[in-house]
Each structure stands twice: as C-alpha cells, then as structure tokens.
C-alpha cells in the first residue's frame, strides 16, 4: 500500500500536480487549473530570463528532451503580478525557485509567504566560483542560507 503524508492540505499518493516545467498557463486555462489539487510554478529566478532560443524541444527514441532555460518574469514581477493573480485562483500553489548561489534562493523564499510548498530548482546551482556544483553538495549552504541545520 502506497503511504500517505500530508503537506498542508495535499496528501502524497492521491494528488493530481502538474510539474514546474510550465506544461500549464494557470491564468491562461484557470478553469483547467481548477481541476488540479495545486498548481506549481514555473521555476521563478531573481533575474528576468528570456530562456534558449528554439528548438527547446527535441523528440528522441526513448522520450523527450527539453531545454528551455528556466524562462520566467524574473522575482519582482512575479511577486507584484503574477502571484497575486494566481492567489485568485483558489489553489494551494507550489512556488518552484531557482537561483545561482544560495542568496538568490535564500531572498526568494523570504519573500513567500502564504504557499503550500516551496521547491527548489537546482539545476542551475553554482558555487562562488561560477563553477557548477553537484546536487548533492548544495544542500549545506542551501540549509545555512535558508536558516536550517547545516
């Protein structure tokens, strides 16, 4: 039997969530959004980002790869516009977050409040030295620069 945990009003195991790869326009399709049990967010960065050119999407034998390149409104916008119109909508949101270093994750998620969840996008997670870090290695400052145990 598959166990059950609950995170706020969401329990795991039977919830319909869509991922942050932006698959869903929220406030272009409210009325599909609705039939979801919360609704995440495309990754939010503290910079505005435009993403890679196109082709984004390649078909291959054994799926489908996608570059995008976390476009988003950046931050500030998202805060002033695009939360306060998703707030509308009525459902636990989950605010996925992406940053290069653990500041830019550690000044989002301050600025949250009222969510389901928070989850943190890694995949662009760098060290000081600009040099990319292994997932596995970013959770200590994560942890500090959050305010968690180290």
């Known amino acids: 039997m598959l166990a059950t945990e609950r995170l706020g009003d969401i329990r795991r195991g039977d919830t319909v969530l869509l991922n942050a790869s932006g698959c869903l326009d929220a406030l272009l399709a409210p009325e599909v959004a609705r039939q979801l049990d919360g609704f995440v967010t495309k990754t939010i960065t503290p910079l505005p980002r435009e993403g890679n050119a196109p082709p984004r999407i390649a078909e291959t034998a054994y799926g489908m790869l996608n570059a995008i ?44 409040d009222d969510v389901e969840a928070i989850e943190l996008n890694l995949c662009r997670f760098r060290r000081r030295d600009r040099r990319r870090l292994p997932r596995r290695d970013a959770a200590p400052p994560l942890r500090k620069a959050l305010g968690g145990p180290s």
């Not at 390149?69 to 605010?95: C, M, V």
């Open 69 to 112: 390149g976390l476009a988003n409104p950046g931050r500030k916008r998202f805060l002033s516009d695009t939360l306060p119109q998703l707030r509308e909508l009525a459902l636990p949101l989950w605010i996925s977050v992406g940053g290069f270093c653990a500041a830019d994750f550690a000044e989002t998620c301050a600025q949250l």
